[in-house]
């Protein structure tokens, strides 16, 4: 086995796939071969003995799990997954005891409907007990579901876990899996369990979950509760209005991404550009709730899909009143004006009284005239205007936090080969990266991170180049997820900036894969 192949580690929230042993993982083990050798005294699993013993089942307050040196045994997996609930606590529980430093092998469920769930829950490991019973039975497995045939089916069977797993592994690899939970619906316990984690375990996935991924799939109402648009949907609960933009503007989303692109908002956008820079804009979509303008190319407004039909259900209906609610009792504006179509009707409920609603099809030309108008009237030659530095502002401040404001004075925005960046005197600051809507850290506002602790990697003694690989982390602060913007330092001393790859947590006890991507190194 190469270092290259040894080296590949891959983490997605809890789930975490890549190369142990010179094995690939998540791994379905054939209970009838060398990876599970029956001996007198002792089981060899993986190549590591475990002594023979009697082990009670749960509900008699036996023991759960068996440590081995690489990985956990999970016994009892038939039991566990009847209480789905105690399943997924159990689950949360020993990932957070045991972080990334074992993997976990789940006994006796190999069900394929079931493992894209119990990957995302943290299990790695499979074996094929479940499916050899099942294929006893005449059951077998198809992209539809089960259905029985009247002979032994397990070779066709085994095949279709293992390609599960395949899928698997390059969902946890390309940061997809969570798309993979969602779409395999056939088996309710897999919902169920999926369901739970969301509602019950928000904090923890939430921790663990990248800051953004490749696209967001939002084709079913578990989309509304995935963590990363969970966490999104708080920020904006506390986020804070750019300075100097006091009317407020509600639009409806649009199927192209960023909406300012598609055809609906830039007819909206031409009737009242003049008055733009006076108001402040705020798309109403599902899943996200709420978008203000100068997050539409950031994540996860510009990488979400959604049907567009003109129907909501009623958990969008009611996440999309309450975020606006909460949104406007934290920011006040001198007048709100929802300009939206009739499906958006609803959201009447969660805006000022006194606002102006204008309803119907939001391209047609006597709407927009309306609205030109009722801009008209609301801004005069004193009104206050905001400015992009502004916007930046407050998408620094939604990016890294309210810390971040204490640096921010006297900057000014420049654009050099068609990238903004703010500057102070001579020192690029931040560098704005349109594509994915997020600034990016500079040597020179590296200090600031370092003195205030945050978003920061320690590593050894070295000077980071392309890439930095876990085993040279010493530590990393809790509030790195991966894709997020970091520094790297050594001994208090700025060593770099980069990309995260991994959550803090993986950094800190993985020893092998790549943890940062770096952009910036400073020689030591």
């Not at 279709?160 to 969570?178: C, K, V, Y």
């Not at 939002?218 to 509760?225: D, F, H, V």
């Not at 920011?331 to 409920?349: G, M, W």
């Amino acid at each position: 086995m190469t270092e290259k192949i040894k080296d590949k580690q891959y983490v997605m929230g809890f789930s975490w796939a890549g190369y142990r042993n010179g094995r690939k993982f998540p791994l379905l083990i054939n209970t009838f071969s060398d990876d599970y050798i029956n001996k007198d005294d002792s089981i060899e699993i993986l190549g590591e003995d475990f002594k023979k013993k009697i082990y009670y089942p749960s509900f008699l307050n036996g023991e759960k799990v068996i440590e081995g040196k690489d990985f956990l045994i999970i016994f009892n997996g038939l039991e566990l997954i009847q209480r789905p609930g105690k399943l997924v606590n159990f689950l949360v529980e020993l990932r957070k005891k045991y972080g990334y430093t074992k993997l976990f092998y789940l006994q006796g469920i190999s069900d394929p409907y079931i493992m894209p769930v119990l990957a995302y829950l943290g299990v790695n490991i499979f074996d094929d007990l479940y499916i050899r019973r099942e294929s006893m039975d005449g059951i077998k497995y198809t992209v539809a579901g089960k259905s029985r045939v009247d002979y032994n089916p397990l070779e066709e069977n085994i095949k279709f876990a293992e390609s599960m797993l395949e899928s698997i592994f390059d969902s946890i690899r390309d940061n997809t899996l969570r798309e993979i939970a969602e779409k395999i619906c056939i088996s309710g316990k897999a919902l169920e369990m999926l369901r739970i984690a969301d509602t019950g375990y928000y904090i923890e996935f939430a921790a663990a979950f990248p800051s953004r991924t490749p696209y967001l799939q939002a084709n079913s109402l578990e989309s509304l509760n995935r963590p990363d648009i969970a966490e999104y949907r708080e920020k904006i609960r506390e986020y804070e209005k750019p300075d100097h933009r006091n009317i407020a503007l509600l639009l409806p989303c649009s199927a192209k991404k960023p909406y300012s692109e598609s055809k609906t908002h830039k007819k909206i956008l031409g009737a009242i550009g003049q008055y733009r820079k006076y108001i402040h804009e705020l798309i109403v979509t599902s899943p996200v709730g709420l978008v203000p303008r100068e997050l539409e190319n950031g994540y996860p407004a510009r990488f979400y899909d959604i049907p567009v039909i003109g129907t909501w259900y009623e958990d969008e209906k009611l996440m999309m009143k309450n975020l606006i609610k909460d949104y406007l009792s934290k920011n006040h504006y001198t007048d709100v004006i929802a300009y939206i179509p009739e499906d958006l009707d609803f959201i009447r409920e969660s805006i000022p009284s006194d606002s102006i609603v204008i309803e119907g099809r939001v391209t047609d030309d006597k709407n927009l005239s309306i609205l030109a108008g009722a801009l008209r009237e609301r801004i005069n030659q004193e009104s206050e205007y905001g400015k992009k530095m502004d916007d930046y502002k407050a998408l620094l401040k939604f990016q890294f936090g309210s810390w971040i404001l204490t640096y921010l004075d006297d900057i000014k925005l420049i654009n050099s080969f068609h990238q903004d960046m703010l500057v102070k005197g001579k020192n690029i600051l931040f560098v704005y990266n349109e594509s994915i809507g997020r600034f990016s850290i500079t040597p020179a506002s590296g200090k600031f991170f370092l003195e205030n602790n945050k978003f920061n990697v320690s590593i050894d003694n070295f000077t980071p180049t392309a890439t930095v690989y876990a085993m040279g982390i010493l530590n990393a602060t809790p509030d790195i997820h991966a894709f997020d913007e970091v520094i790297m330092t050594f001994n208090n001393e700025l060593r770099g900036t980069g990309t995260a790859l991994i959550p803090s947590k993986a950094m800190i006890d993985m020893d092998s894969g790549a943890a940062i991507k770096v952009r910036a190194g400073l020689k030591k």
